[in-house]
């Protein structure tokens, strides 16, 4: 195993015990809950999870074909499913990597694929803040009554991901930023060791924002993704209340719960957002629907959007492994 992986696997460790410290009392009445979930719910949660990455798959075929006439539906899905087992196998740090190793594979050259990836990441994450913007606006006095003494760290949660995404932005089209940041490496760099490097670093800059900008010649095409990550992340955020029904809560107002717990846990370092995921989960729907059904909610929710993508996932990169060593060729 690779040493840069350990960290991750002591953080999930570390979060584990502390679940376990929290719930240890309760680990029989959480299995009596999720025993007890009919089977009508699991299918659905597991279906939630099916039209994620169908959507996704639209997004990448979307983007791909700007750059691959011949990318087709199906190849969206499956780039979708193969970036999803990798991404549950690696903890997250193998996601870009597998999407663009699979769009490579169909034709589309690394810089491109690169693009591709950074632009679907970029306009993923305006969606997150979309939605969480959505549940400010249209839910402002549920989230009081509900999270009222958490306002100002929801607020600075907000502002910080509002503040990611423009970074994000200006990674993918600002010459100036790129600019800046080989300043600076260059200010530290003061014996140069690292000149190579910066200077690598700015060619693959200059690639992402030409890529980029080729993306996004038409406008439209960009809203009509935003729109299409919008929908693909409310097929996640309805999984809480298919399995909660909270009294009191509607599935808009769950909805923009699940859409706050995603944001907040994408500011927290962790691994694939493993165990800051939960925590905040568990933390936010505790106060609605208490705290061992939040925390079998919690598990049915990573069951379906993490295991079920991953298993599926499994089956695609078996598949697509066989044809590509059985006929060395791209396709």
């Known amino acids: 195993m690779k040493k840069n992986n350990w960290w991750k696997i002591i953080f999930i460790v570390i979060v584990l015990i502390i679940l376990c410290l929290l719930f240890g009392d309760s680990f029989s009445s959480i299995q009596k809950e999720i025993s007890d979930t009919a089977g009508q719910t699991l299918l659905g949660i597991c279906l939630c999870g099916v039209f994620y990455n169908l959507s996704e798959g639209l997004v990448y075929v979307w983007l791909a074909r700007r750059h691959q006439n011949d990318f087709h539906y199906r190849d969206g899905i499956a780039c979708s499913y193969y ?46 803040a979309v939605f969480g913007g959505a549940g400010f606006l249209f839910c402002g006095p549920y989230m009081n009554r509900w999270f009222g003494e958490y306002r100002m760290e929801l607020i600075l949660g907000y502002g910080l991901t509002a503040v990611i995404c423009l970074v994000l932005i200006l990674a993918c089209v600002s010459e100036r930023f790129h600019r800046t940041l080989a300043w600076l490496g260059r ?80 500011i927290i370092p962790a691994p694939g957002g493993l165990g800051s995921t939960e925590g905040v989960f568990i933390l936010l729907f505790s106060r609605i629907a208490g705290g061992i059904e939040a925390a079998s909610a919690m598990l049915l929710y990573r069951f379906a959007t993490y295991m079920v993508p991953c298993a599926l996932g499994g089956i695609c990169v078996i598949i697509f492994h066989k044809y590509w060593k059985a006929n060395g060729d791209k396709g």
Request: with cysteine; aromatic share 8%.
């Open 187 to 266: 200010k530290a760099d003061r014996k140069h060791k690292y000149e190579d490097k910066i200077m690598q670093m700015e060619g693959k800059g200059m690639l992402l924002r030409q890529e980029t900008a080729n993306l996004m010649k038409d406008r439209r095409d960009i809203i009509l993704v935003l729109l299409m990550e919008l929908v693909k992340l409310g097929c996640w955020y309805v999984i809480p209340y298919t399995i909660l029904h909270p009294a009191g809560s509607g599935i808009f107002e769950t909805a923009c719960v699940t859409s706050l717990i995603l944001m907040l846990a994408g």
């Open 83 to 128: 970036t999803a087992f990798y991404r549950t196998v690696t903890l997250g740090s193998g996601t870009a990597a597998a999407t663009v190793y699979f769009l490579y594979k169909k034709g589309i050259q690394v810089p491109e694929g690169v693009a591709i990836c950074a632009v679907q990441y970029v306009l993923q994450r305006i969606a997150v």
